[in-house]
């Protein structure tokens, strides 16, 4: 079994498949739907499917921009950005403000939108979603490639400083239930997205190591 031959192939050099597999086996993903405000007041949403959270305490997270793209320089002018937690009745206004649209227009309104204002920072949450994070930008990262030449991506990390969290979504116990809040999560292909349910719910225990005696 171990000795079955594998598909093998060296990203340099091309995949050879109809489309690159990386972010189809890297997936699902949670969806970065990242609202910003340039310092000129201008307000921006996009959603970055490289997305993560990368630290408890303090609670860090972040997202991948390919090029320099206006949630970057807004967020590295200003130094704030807003996450706003994508779900299934909200999947297609957070496709609708992945259009490239003119400089200047407004994703808010073009996907039909309602901005609300934060509680510690300027960048406004999508009042729709049911979960927000408030952020502080804590790095921008220019990604480099092995040989420690400059790629053009960007990584951007915010620490988390408010919480905005729909009360129906907490249970008796004031135990959030993730899958009650539909997320919409994406997993490569030009259109491949993913939701989850309680029934593909599995729980682990992590296992203790128990030291010997003497």
């Known amino acids: 079994m171990h000795n079955k031959p594998r598909y093998y192939y060296e990203p340099a050099a091309g995949h050879g498949l109809p489309h690159d597999p990386l972010n189809a086996i890297i997936g699902p993903r949670p969806i970065g739907w990242i609202s910003s405000l340039s310092a000129a007041g201008q307000r921006n949403l996009a959603p970055y499917s490289f997305f993560n959270c990368f630290s408890y305490r303090p609670p860090i997270i972040g ?59 300027k960048a406004e949450r999508v009042a729709e979603s049911p979960v927000n994070f408030e952020c502080r930008l804590t790095q921008c990262v220019r990604l480099q490639n092995a040989a420690g030449e400059n790629v053009d991506t960007w990584l951007v990390l915010g620490e988390v400083v408010a919480v905005h969290i729909d009360p129906a979504l907490l249970d008796e116990h004031g135990v959030y239930q993730t ?35 003497g």
């Not at 292909?189 to 729980?203: C, K, L, M, N, V």
């Open 63 to 121: 997202f991948a921009s390919s090029g320099w793209k206006d949630s970057v320089a807004n967020i590295v002018e200003t130094g704030e950005f807003v996450w706003n937690l994508t779900t299934r009745p909200l999947a297609e206004a957070m496709n609708s403000s992945s259009a490239a649209l003119p400089h200047g227009e407004d994703e808010f309104a073009f996907a039909g939108l309602t901005p609300i204002a934060g509680r510690r920072v």
């Open 179 to 213: 899958a009650a809040a539909q997320p919409v999560l994406r997993a490569g292909g030009p259109t491949a997205y993913y939701g989850i349910s309680e029934q593909h719910r599995f729980d682990l225990v992590r296992p203790e190591v128990h030291k010997k005696q």
